[in-house]
């Protein structure tokens, strides 16, 4: 089994990476701005971790990249699409370009590698497509119309992904993650941040092993596709 993972230098896709190369998996992961830590896993660990620098924003470099795995490949392939940007404002004074950037990466961005990976997934009659999305388009969240709009959009478009390709082996599910204390909840001030877990059934940020767990259940079943996973401590 290979695991695809976008953003996997840094946050969740971090976490991910690490946790499925230490149990003996290999990763192909993406970064952008964030280049790879030296020695931060030992070497034996890190031979089955490949990192390239891909942005994808870029048709071209996310189907380049994707095929430069699977060209002399024929295993199974898992793709965790983690690669995610916020950006906060209220629309009115929100920057068009800044806005649609966010769906260039949360959207598009997720596009572009599943538009490249399917051609494979379907020629092997096997897949596992796992995006992430988020809480916030479900409970509407002050000044984050850019970032509910990509993160509502991955749930159509892993529905829509579902019904094309449920014939091949192939399945794509969505991860609606709450609060979490890793990755771009340090973006978010301090205030805000306790006045949100206020608002947590469960009173805390979750745990990012949580995420793991998710991942590796929907990469073992064969039954569940074009569904979403909430995870989120009953926050609704
Ligand atoms: N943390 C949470 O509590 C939480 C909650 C709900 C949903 N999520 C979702 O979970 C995912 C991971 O979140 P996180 O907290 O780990 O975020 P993060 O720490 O901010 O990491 C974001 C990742 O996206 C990558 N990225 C950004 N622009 C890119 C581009 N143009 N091309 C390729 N990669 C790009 C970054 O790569 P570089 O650093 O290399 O640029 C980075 O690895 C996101 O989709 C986020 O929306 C997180």
Same mark, same amino acid.
């Given at each position: ?15 991910? #990476? ?18 790879? =830590? ?5 070497? =034996? ?21 994707? =095929? ?14 983690? #690669? ?16 649609? /950037? ?13 538009? $490249? ?30 970032? $509910? #709009? ?44 306790? /006045? ?17 767990? #998710? ?22």
């Amino acid at each position: 089994m290979l695991y695809l993972i976008t953003g996997a230098t840094r946050g969740i896709g971090k976490l991910l #990476a690490d946790n499925l190369v230490s149990s003996g998996n290999t990763v192909f992961g993406t970064y952008f701005s964030t280049a790879p =830590e030296q020695n931060s896993l030992n070497h =034996e660990v890190k031979s089955q971790l490949f990192l390239s620098r891909v942005d994808i924003r870029n048709p071209e470099q996310a189907t380049q990249w994707v =095929e430069s795995i699977t060209r002399d490949s024929a295993d199974n392939i898992v793709v965790i699409n983690c #690669a995610g940007v916020n950006y906060n404002a209220a629309i009115q004074n929100s920057d068009p370009i800044l806005w649609h /950037d966010v769906l260039d990466v949360n959207l598009f961005g997720v596009y572009n590698v599943i538009r $490249a990976v399917i051609p494979y997934m379907r020629n092997i009659g096997f897949g596992r497509i796992i995006n992430l999305s988020s809480v916030v388009p479900r409970i509407g969240v002050y000044g984050t119309s850019a970032y $509910a #709009a990509s993160k509502a959009g991955l749930w159509g478009l892993a529905k829509a992904v579902a019904v094309e390709n449920a014939k091949y082996g192939i399945t794509i599910n969505t991860i609606n993650l709450g609060y979490f204390d890793i990755g771009m909840i340090a973006e978010v001030p301090k205030d805000y941040l306790s /006045d949100i877990v206020k608002k947590i059934p469960q009173g805390s940020l979750g745990d990012p092993m949580d995420i793991l767990k #998710a991942v590796q259940y929907l990469v073992s079943a064969t039954y569940i596709t074009g569904a979403e996973i909430n995870i989120n401590g009953g926050l609704v």
